[in-house]
């Protein structure tokens, strides 16, 4: 019998078997759609049937500056993120167009060299928005190996402040990806490795008596062991979506890239801090 013969006589069995196959498919589909996506690795360390603190039906998206409505009450601000790539700001202009706060890049550490730098326009930002009364935090762009290169960011973080006081925390900011460098330093480190360096930060930040968070999206976050790291807060990115969809807490959403911004001439990162919510 050649092989068109017993596709033939094994025809009814074929279809069968795709048919129960697809089905599968569907209905794995139809449970992931289901049960909330899980952030960092399972492996017991979050609990699958996460409860979220939130009633989403109280997030208006009505407009791009997203808010937060509990029983007839504002319980958001609205935020951005800016660094020196979105040139000279006017604070006063954003300010006046309802801006409440902003992340400001404080720095980053190159992702080639390993050499540590300051963003260009970062005492001027924070100046500049702490005088029109935008409430302020700042980030750092990671590219450590290890914790104790870590440590060496929070320090160059902490020493760049120079005591300033921050309404917002200082965020730790890790992305594998780098825009124009093939193969950044720090690629790879593995879970173990990333823990260390987002925990050494965190605490290193939080001895010098601010607040620490750390940023990341869903790719971003799985490349730590999310349990050791529960007790830093957690700064949200996703985008296209009605809602955000993380498996654990947090306290601040990035749901948008490409935001514009009265005394901004460039497209701006939009936050919503949702941490009076949460308590």
């Known amino acids: 019998m050649n092989l068109a013969e017993l596709i033939a006589s094994n025809a009814v069995y074929i279809v069968g078997v795709a048919a129960v196959a697809a089905l599968a498919v569907i ?108 409430k302020c935090g700042v980030y750092f762009f990671s590219q450590a190996v290890n914790a104790k290169e870590a440590r ?45 360096i987002a925990d050494a930060f965190c605490k290193r930040i939080e001895e010098a008596g601010y607040r620490s968070l750390i940023y990341g999206n869903y790719y971003d976050l799985d490349l730590y062991h999310y349990k050791t790291l529960e007790n830093h807060s957690i700064w949200w990115a996703e985008y296209d979506t009605p809602v955000p969809r993380p498996n654990v807490d947090i306290v601040m959403w990035q749901y948008a890239n490409g935001g514009w911004v009265d005394g901004i001439d460039a497209a701006v990162d939009m936050n919503i801090d949702l941490s009076e919510v949460i308590g």
């Open 27 to 134: 209905l794995l589909v139809a449970i992931r759609s289901c049960v909330p996506t899980m952030t960092g690795d399972y492996d017991g360390e979050l609990d699958f049937y996460y409860e979220s603190p939130f009633d989403w039906a109280n997030l208006d998206t009505s407009s791009e500056r997203y808010v937060y409505i509990d029983n007839g009450k504002v319980r958001s601000y609205l935020g951005i993120d800016v660094s020196e790539n979105q040139d000279e700001i006017d604070w006063k202009a954003v300010a006046n167009d309802g801006i409440d706060y902003a992340m400001i890049r404080l720095g980053y550490r190159g992702a080639t060299e390993g050499e540590l730098f300051t963003d260009a326009r970062f005492q001027e930002n924070l100046a500049g928005a702490k005088k029109a009364g935008v």
């Open 152 to 196: 060496e960011e929070a320090e160059f973080v902490i020493k760049q402040l120079g005591g300033t006081q921050l309404e917002y925390p200082v965020a730790f900011d890790f992305e594998e990806a780098v825009p124009g460098v093939l193969v950044p330093r720090a690629v790879g480190l593995g879970k173990d490795t990333m823990t260390e």
